[in-house]
């Protein structure tokens, strides 16, 4: 059961997520919920990194023309024409927003649902917005940690027009490991949210998009990829990141090889 929620929790069913219906989500509205639950509106410019994937995905671009995501998100590795890299707004209906086509899609080697839960995307050319390094030590994989995103806004909800901010304290293994048991991969995924009250959370729709935070000079670092969790904010059961300082590597030679 917790398996296929590794594959539904944080995805958004793509036909759902065509940008010609986002104007049907009311999330501009101070009354409405936000997209990551519990979230803020995010002010234009204030992460330019942020990419939304036609899939139903997020993701942070890694380099000019790469796009970091979810293994989840997509289906295997090898040339793709068929996504849509939306970056530089936080408005998807924006006039200024970019849009770049995909070329090829490397997904982690070895991916079987469970843990390395990463992929990487080729773009058709570079998007000039400033990327976002990832952790390459377990250093800043403590702390308050920042979560953006176009999900739902309640769990099994639409997707939305704006991107939505939020912020999340990281949960010990141990401790999420009374929510999850073995289906918790600690080497390689990293928990984060409010374990006695819920209330805060990444949610379908934001798989794939980044869990970050202020390196020592005060620069975005990007420490996890929204990878799975058991229903959206719910009390007792904290997001599930990949924990991207484990892959370091491995992405870097990946993404040298597109």
Known sequence: MKQLLRALKRCSVVAAVALAGLSLQPSAASAAPAPVVGGTRAAQGEFPFMVRLSMGCGGALYAPNIVLTAAHCVNGSGNNTSITATAGVVDLQSASAVKVKSTKVLQAPGYNGKGKDWALIKL????DQPTLKIATTTAYN???FTIAGWGAATEGGGQQRYLLKANVPYVSDTACRQAYGSDLVPAEELCAG????GG???CQGDSGGPMFRKDNAGAWIQVGIVSWGEGCARAGYPGVYTEVS???SAIASAAATL
Not at 124 to 127: F, K, M, T, Y
Not at 194 to 197: D, E, F, H, L
Request: hydrophobic letters at 30%; a negative charge.
């Open 124 to 127: 058709a050319q570079p998007i």
């Open 200 to 202: 805060t959370d990444t």
């Open 246 to 248: 484990t892959f370091a």
């Open 142 to 144: 403590t702390g308050t």
């Open 194 to 197: 409010y374990v006695s009250t």
